[in-house]
Each structure stands twice: as structure tokens, then as C-alpha cells.
């Protein structure tokens, strides 16, 4: 089995890095605060002090980070370590501009795939997310069947954008189911009501997911992902949506919190 290096270990990486010891990966972890990394030394994973240090003998590097600033400050960390055959899987949603960029900072001879994911904390413990992949999944299929189903995007950087396609899209629809349950409140609808009829419409979907409970999407993530897709061309809807998550009370909720924080934004 291949070495492999997992950098990134927030609320998806953690679980994720799991099933791979689980399955018997030899696995070195790095996070940048450390106490994360050292939770995965309990279940057999090498801790490493430096990204260098983590990516040093692997032969697949996988990261799980935040956003664009992560990716970048990972790859400068890291890159000089890389030896030529590497291959690095980045699964976090940076949006395909960013994914081109650390990319290009990789040494020759290393390869990257981008391949973000749909699907919370949940599905990520139990290896059912849907990862959107850019580039060829070929050399490391076994290693991201790990974590659920590939869907084939095209080249390098279209799993990424797919990703902020398909993320924003359920983030307005989340918003806008919160304002439903808003604007039902002041017509004095039972919330049963309300949502069983949401839940039975054509918004079933995202109903759903404003609902679900056992996710953890924090709210600061979802204006992050919302913020990318505006950086590419205009969008006053996903506009207006970013300004209401970025005055919500609480940014370290999981975005079916909109529903609540919005329903007590005095009108
Ligand atoms: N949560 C979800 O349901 C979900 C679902 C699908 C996709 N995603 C995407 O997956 C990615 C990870 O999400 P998550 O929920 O695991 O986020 P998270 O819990 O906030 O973890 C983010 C990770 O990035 C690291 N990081 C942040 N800034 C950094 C920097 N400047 N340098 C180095 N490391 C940095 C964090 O390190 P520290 O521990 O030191 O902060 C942590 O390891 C994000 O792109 C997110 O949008 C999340």
C-alpha cells in the first residue's frame, strides 16, 4: 500500500484520515494546530511538526484544508519536500482559480488532482461523499473510493469548479428556505406545517438539508464558498445571500442554523 501524508485535519479531515488507518494506510498527519493531529496519534497515525516533514516519504499527499490562503500557505510549506511520482489529491473547496495556483507552485514530476466533496462529517466518517474530480483518478482510485462515490468532472480544476456550482446552489436554497420559515412566522403557521409543505415541494432538497441534523457546514465555510463563486462573475442572488450569512450572530453553526439566526434578526 501507498505512504500517505494527510494534511488538514479540521471537522472532514479528521474522519477522513480515520478510514484510511482503518483501511490499513500507513499514514502521517499534519495540522496546523497540533492537539488535531495528535487525536489521529491515538489511532495509529505518525504525527508530523512541518508539512515538509509530513510529505517527505509519500507517495500520495491528501489535503483537507479551509480555504484559498490554507492551500497556499500548505504548498509553500511543503513543496520542497516533494519527491518526483507524488501524487497530491486536494480535496478542499478553494474554487478552480486557487487550484491552479497551488498546482502550479507543485515541483516537476508531481501530479494533482483536485477533488472536493459533497457531503458533511456525517458521510465522511461513513465514506459516502460525493467527491467531484479534476484531472485523471486513475493512479489513486482505491485511495479516494475510501471516501465515497467519483463523479469525473474533466481536467484539473473541474471538480473544483463543480463543487462551487453545486454548493452554491444549495446555499441559496438553504437561505431561502430560512426566509420561507421567516416570512411563515409572521403569518402564524405551525412550523410542522411549514415544513412538512416545503418538505413536500419542489424545495424538498434543500429542506433537508436545512434540517439535518448530524452535519456540521459551519456558516463562516458556506460565505467562504459563496464569496469564490462571486469572485468569478456576477451574481446578485449568491450576492445577497453572502451579505445575510455575513451578519448572522453566530458564523461557527452549521448552515441549517441560518434558519434560527435568520428567524431572530428583528424585521
Ligand atoms: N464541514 C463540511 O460539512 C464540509 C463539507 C464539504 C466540504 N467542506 C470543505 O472541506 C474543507 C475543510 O472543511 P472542514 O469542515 O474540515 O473545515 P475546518 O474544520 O474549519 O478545518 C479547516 C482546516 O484547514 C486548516 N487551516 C485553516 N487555515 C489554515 C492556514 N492558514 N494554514 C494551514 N492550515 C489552515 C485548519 O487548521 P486548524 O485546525 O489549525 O484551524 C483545519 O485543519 C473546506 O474547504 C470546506 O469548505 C466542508
Known amino acids: 500500500m501507498e505512504k500517505i501524508a494527510f494534511l488538514g485535519l479540521g471537522s472532514m ?7 484510511l488507518l482503518a483501511a490499513g494506510h500507513e499514514l502521517t498527519v499534519w495540522n496546523r494546530t497540533a492537539a488535531k493531529a495528535d487525536l489521529l496519534a491515538q489511532d495509529g497515525a505518525k504525527v508530523a511538526l512541518t508539512p515538509a516533514e509530513a510529505v517527505r516519504d ?4 491528501i489535503t483537507m484544508l479551509a480555504d484559498p490562503e490554507a492551500g497556499h500557505a500548505v504548498v509553500d510549506a511543503m513543496a520542497p519536500a516533494l519527491r518526483p511520482g507524488t501524487h497530491l489529491i486536494d ?3 478553494i474554487g478552480p482559480r486557487a487550484f491552479a495556483e497551488v498546482a502550479a507552485k507543485l515541483p516537476a514530476g508531481v501530479t494533482a488532482i483536485d477533488a472536493p466533496v459533497l457531503g458533511s462529517v456525517d458521510r465522511a466518517a461513513t465514506g459516502q461523499l460525493v467527491l467531484f474530480v479534476g484531472g485523471d483518478p486513475g493512479p489513486v482510485q482505491a485511495i479516494l473510493d475510501q471516501f465515497g462515490r467519483v463523479t469525473r468532472c474533466g481536467g484539473p480544476g473541474a471538480g473544483s469548479a463543480l463543487k462551487i456550482v453545486v454548493i452554491t446552489s444549495v446555499i441559496v436554497g438553504v437561505t431561502a428556505v430560512a426566509e420561507a420559515v421567516k416570512l411563515a412566522d409572521t403569518y402564524g403557521l405551525p412550523e410542522d406545517l411549514v415544513r412538512a409543505a416545503l418538505a413536500n415541494s419542489p424545495v424538498g432538497g434543500v429542506t433537508a438539508r436545512a434540517f439535518a441534523e448530524g452535519v456540521h457546514y459551519p456558516i463562516r465555510l458556506a460565505a467562504k464558498d459563496v464569496a469564490l463563486a462571486m469572485a468569478s462573475t456576477e451574481l446578485p442572488l449568491a450576492d445577497a445571500v453572502h451579505a445575510q450569512l455575513t451578519r448572522l450572530a453566530d458564523s461557527e453553526q452549521d448552515l441549517g442554523k441560518v434558519v434560527e439566526q435568520l428567524r431572530r434578526v428583528a424585521v
Open 58 to 61: 509519500a507517495d500520495v499527499v
Open 91 to 93: 480535496m478542499s473547496s
Open 13 to 19: 479531515g479528521r474522519p477522513m484520515a480515520r478510514r
